[in-house]
């Protein structure tokens, strides 16, 4: 049985088998993935933004190729990232919610991740930014005043400079290498997410202390004089400064980059911008007119424009595959009084797309997505071909010539042609998931949306969920903007689209049942 649905599931999948072909040793540029946080498709200029600019992604759309139907894994960091690095669709596994910031490493070392297929082929390989994914062995029970173990370089990064969840979370520190930077051992972190320390502040009780007050939840410890998601205590000498986090992440970027431009590297830059507590730099400051998120937009376009002047200064503009990209979808209120909403204008973070961050229709992760390589992609290209991020690893191991472990990248397929703009080829069939795990599939231009729990409408965030005890339908080729469901109209491709669903779910392809 189990045999029977994994050749069924196999089939389904249409999109390619994951052994790739041994490809010219010789093609191994520089990869540097910069990696945005709730930056919707409609965020950028190259989208079609036209209140906030961001000209440095737009010169890499036009030097490269724009993809208009690109999808983060999930709807929310945690599982986008997980699948994006490991290739699983993170809703085949438990636990791979969003994380809060004491979660333990949700990636356990014996995976096969992004950063392993770069390091099997030789690459310095480094993370800077966000990780969300967990540090140490078990949820709860790190010891910050210690090398948290396991950590990022179990996964196959030789360098970390990792915020440890997400900005909005606590502990508020960076962690390089596994150890907390600029900790005093006279002030030892310690970190909660059950209960607040005896006497520490908190934004429900103090608000007076705080700069931005929340809107829904974030009303537990102050940092900063920003009240956040969790509890911690000490560690004064190694908060960070949110006004400095671009500038810091832009740093250690570029460093790696320096040390390691002699050989071929892969570079994970994960920024916080736009996630909230959105406190853009100063010189971003007031800049967009749309208040600090549009502001964030900004800083977010400036830490892609230092990456590609320290490429250009390293002379490795010529050699470097950047890719730039988001997590999920854009949420414009997201638990901070921070004028996001009053002063969005006409800007739509979505494009024409439905939802935000969150949800399972288009806007939650039908994301930004751009690939830029000089003399390997033909320049001014727009692609509208189906493709997701849980590709990556199989299609830069073709890129690369690197073949795979017998179990890594189980839901990936290699679409590295339609990457490289050489095709259009649709990925065929795509599984994405939202906030309350539910789920869609998108083949052959239809998107069936499975009934499941969970509000439909999130009030605070303002953003629909695709959550339905019906199951929905729609004709994404006629209705992009997902206005239409025809699953009445159409109950013969509803059943197939059903079954489709059902298959991939209950396949494993090539992972045994077990695991
Ligand atoms: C939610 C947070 C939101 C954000 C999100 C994770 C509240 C009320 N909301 O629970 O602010 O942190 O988690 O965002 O706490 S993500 O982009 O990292 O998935
Ligand atoms: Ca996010």
Redesign the pocket.
Known sequence: MIADRYFFSSFLLMCGSVCVSAADKSSTPNVVLIYA??IGFGDLSCNGASTVRTPNVERLARGGINFTNAHSAA????P?RYAMLTGEYAWRRNGTG??DGDAGMIIRPDRFTLADLFKNAGYATGMVG?W?LGLGEKNGEQNWNEKLVPGIGDLGFDYSFAMA?????VPCVFVENGNVVNLDPADPIEVSYQHNFPGEPTGRDNPELLRML?S???DMSIVNGISR?GYMKGGKSALWKDEEIALTLVDKAVSFMEEQKDRPFFLYLATQDA??PRVPNERFAGKSGMGPRGDCLLEFDWTVGEIMKALERLGLDENTLIIVSS??GP?VD???QDQAVELLGGHKPGGIYRGG??SLYEAGTRVPCVWNWKNHIAPGQVSDALVCQIDWIASLAALLGESLPEKATPDGCNQLDTWLGKNRTDRGNLVLQN?ANNLTLIKDGWKYIRPGGGAAYIK??GIETGNSKNPQLYNLRKDPSEQYDVASGHPEILKEMQESLEAIVDGRFGLSMEE
Do not use: F, Q
């Open positions: 946080d709730d709807a929310t960091s945690t986008s969003i994380a966000k969300h969840a997400t900005g909005d979370r929340p829904h939840g974030h998601i996630h909230v997590d999920n949420v997201d638990g901070y961050k969150y906030g605070e965030v």
